[in-house]
């Protein structure tokens, strides 16, 4: 069976079908209308300034190579921004040495400066240490608020402004439908793409915010990263994985459903935020909102 | 008929070559070849069969959903590449 032509150049042989805008697209249209969505959501959320040194966080796995790649593409050829790579070792077995190595050669091919932080510098605690203590959240929750931690460290220690994160469209959509069956309405403002100027923390962007995960994954096939053949052996947040579960059927069935409900979010943040009044934690010294950080909250609950 | 398959990064079980030949019959499509191979490779099976997450199959270079998706047919030695969609950030 032969491709239908491309819809954007009319003349090379389509690869891909983008259900949800009807384009078929050839692999090169593909990968620049990546690029010009990831450019256009940063030009409208206001995400760089000229000269802006943007700490990358990378993971290893095809969003945030996907991200790197893009950002230093799209950089060399505006902004002229610089980027440094930045990477989380949680220190999980098998699965984080394995990413270390990809981040790693990932850069090195492409030029960017790298720079790897772990758990145990940072806290005194790999993640398989914390997993394996006794304790009442599950490893993700640990995980989740250490990694952030970690990351706002890393970009400030090699002097960024911004810290650009690979959360994508599908993530976009189900951090909005998990803050609506939470209740959590006055989380949404933290979806905000563009991120928030706030004191002691780097401000967060989030380029991919309008790439559906799928393209990602085309991106990363397209360009031969280097794909991660271990998962995260403590992979599984319940409710995340139901509003994954069901984001993806619906968008299989009713395609644009995630740029629906992305786009729906959007709509329920606040006009502008301001900065929170934080306070300082009474053992780290960081930001927080109580008198305790959460990240100290929840080391001493690991009985470590 | 015999067609080529690779199973990229989390799909790949351990120990499996980088590229597989799996016998499906004549006039086989997409859809009876993601069964054979997870009744082939049952450890892989949940990943490969899942109606939230859809994975990148290409079939030639061209991801199926640019052909008739599952429905597509497939011919003899083609070569079907199989990403995962939903593994890792």
New interface residues.
Partial sequence: MKPLICTKCHERPSIYHRAYSGERLCSTCFKASLRERVQGAINRFNMLDHWSRVAVGVSGGKDSLTLLHILKRIENETHGSEIIAITIDEGIKGYRDESLGIVERSCKKIGVEWLSISFDDLFGYTMDEIASSERRLGACSFCGVLRRRALNEAAKSVNADRLATGHTLDDMAQSALLNLLRGDTGKMASLHPGGFRNPGFVRRIKPLCEVPEKETTLYSFLEDFELQSISCPYAGEAMRGDARAFLGNMETRRPGTLFTTYQTALKLMPEAKTAEIMKTCRICGEPSSGDTCRVCQLLEETKL | MLVRVRL???L?PPGIPKEIEVEIPADSKIASLIEELSRLYPEIASSLIN????N?I?LE???V????GLD??LDQNATV?I???????
């Fill in positions: 990229l990064g989390s790949r109606s939230s997450t859809v990148l290409m270079g061209i991801e959903g640019n052909l008739e597509t047919f590449i990403v995962p969609v939903t593994h890792g950030g």
